[in-house]
């Protein structure tokens, strides 16, 4: 079936520094995919919707500085944390639509920790 | 608002017990109800869905049905294997692209 991948695993970063997070879809092309984020023993919360060729749309509450997004292509969309700070550490997990209705596919998330 | 609320773990049961997550929701409208799985290093994998009332999802032996009078969409395995391992996140969409998840429940199957 359809894998969507994310690099990387796992990745920590000093404090003030960028960090770039890949969302691909591997056998399929992805208008449209989805970035979360779950907290420790919490829920994933929708950050935003990645839309190949137009900007980002990004929740209520989601900076949309400092979580940059882009579709670059029909299999790529990225986030990147600028100015990272310790209270950014988290596990940030992208989706994407498959062809059935109300089904997603989902990455195996990122695990960012700021040091 | 929209929500869910799923039994927090972690749950430890021994091979071939019964298995019960609970998971009740909130919803503006009428929701999808699903319960997705991750293994270990892994996406999450859709185990299951139910799209109106009183449908049952089920798949490899689980099942859940949407009750609407309750608001709940428990999820059940007659008989756990140790494969079945993993953490069950119960999920709601509206509209097919924002879902709403519980935190999620960690079970372990011991031999």
């Known amino acids: 079936g359809a894998v969507v991948s994310q690099h990387p695993s796992w990745v920590i970063c000093k404090s003030g520094t960028s960090v770039k997070i890949e969302c691909r879809s591997l056998d399929f092309q992805a208008t449209t995919m989805f970035w979360y984020r779950q907290f420790p023993k919490q829920s994933l919360m929708l950050m935003a919707t990645s839309n190949e060729g137009s900007k980002a749309t990004y929740e209520q509450g989601v900076e949309k500085d400092k979580f940059l997004i882009n579709h670059a292509s029909l299999t790529l969309s990225t986030l990147t944390v600028t100015s990272a700070h310790p209270e950014d550490s988290s596990f940030y997990i992208c989706?994407?639509?498959?062809?059935?209705?109300?089904?997603?596919?989902f990455g195996p998330g990122t695990r960012l920790t700021v040091t | 608002g929209n929500s869910v609320t799923q039994m927090e773990g972690p749950v430890t049961l021994s091979e071939e017990a019964f298995l019960t997550i609970n998971c009740t929701y909130t919803?503006?409208?009428?929701?999808?109800l699903f319960w997705y799985v991750q293994y270990p290093g892994e996406g999450l994998q859709l185990l299951l869905k139910?799209?109106?009332?009183?449908d049952k999802g089920s798949n490899k032996g689980f099942e859940a049905t949407y009750r609407k009078e309750t608001t709940s969409f428990h999820l059940e395995k007659g008989s756990v294997q140790v494969s079945d391992s993993a953490v069950y996140f119960c999920?709601?969409?509206?509209?097919?692209?924002?879902?709403?998840f519980g935190t999620g429940t960690s079970l372990t199957v011991i031999p």
């Open positions: 919803a503006t409208g009428y929701p999808s």
């Open positions: 989706s994407a639509p498959t062809s059935v209705s109300y089904e997603q596919y």
């Open positions: 999920a709601l969409s509206l509209t097919g692209n924002q879902f709403y």
């Open positions: 139910a799209t109106k009332a009183d």
